[in-house]
């Protein structure tokens, strides 16, 4: 399986700042990765999908970039309604694996 | 729009089988795409289990393939999850999602529902 380690656990930032979010792939993956917000309560929405492209009605704040089999996720300027668990999910090849979460809360 | 509801028991006991329905509106799951079961335990993490086509093949996670079976009933639109041998280790949320709209991906999810596996 593709192991897909997501750093880090835990952050708290201000509202305006700039957030980002790593994954590590344990092998290549291409483009084959999606970012998800899951809000307490309710179920995971998709970001980003393609490692850079943003779902519909996403926010342009959220953005989606790679280097090698490194992944980012970054909020440009951190909002009230961001805070959640922000997971990776490596589509390349099953059994699909997520990242282990990132809990995101506001200072 | 598509939507997905979980429904199923919220206990069951160790060594007896999970079983839970996925049912869909606003699509017709035999139209296209794939229809997964993903469980998220507690402390978070997340794991895909398999998924049932739009043609009625499978693929399961080999985690879990002795154990697990997606079946689906077309006339009603449902799809379903069984996991047998359940333990403690399987209390977690259950929910259906679908890769609609985005191929490869999980756009559409159901609410989740919350199964504890205790006696």
């Known amino acids: 399986d593709i192991q897909m380690t997501q750093s880090p656990a835990s952050l708290s930032a201000s509202l305006e700042e700039i957030v980002t979010i790593t994954c590590q792939a344990s092998q290549d993956i291409g483009n084959w990765l999606a970012w998800y917000q899951q809000k307490p309560g309710k179920s995971p929405q998709l970001l980003i999908y393609g490692a850079t492209s943003l779902a519909d009605g996403v926010p342009s704040r959220f953005s989606g970039s790679r280097s090698g089999t490194q992944y980012s996720l970054k909020i440009s300027r951190l909002q009230v309604e961001d805070p959640g668990i922000y997971y990776c999910?490596?589509?390349?090849?099953?059994?699909?694996?997520f990242g282990g979460g990132t809990k995101l809360e506001l200072k | 729009e598509i939507q997905l509801q979980e429904s199923g028991p919220g206990l069951v006991k160790p060594s007896q089988s999970l079983s839970l329905t996925c049912s869909v509106t606003g699509y017709t799951i035999t139209s296209g795409y794939d229809w997964s079961w993903i469980r998220k335990f507690p402390g978070n993490k997340m794991e895909w289990m398999g998924y049932i086509s739009y043609s009625g093949s499978t693929n399961y996670n080999p985690s879990l393939k002795s154990r697990i079976s997606i079946t689906r009933d077309t006339s009603k639109n449902q799809f379903f999850l069984q996991l047998n041998s359940v333990t403690t280790e399987d209390t977690a949320t259950y929910y259906c999602a679908s890769n609609y709209g985005y191929p490869n991906w999980f756009a559409y999810w159901g609410q989740g529902t919350l199964v504890t596996v205790s006696s």
């Open positions: 999910l490596q589509g390349y090849s099953a059994p699909w694996t």
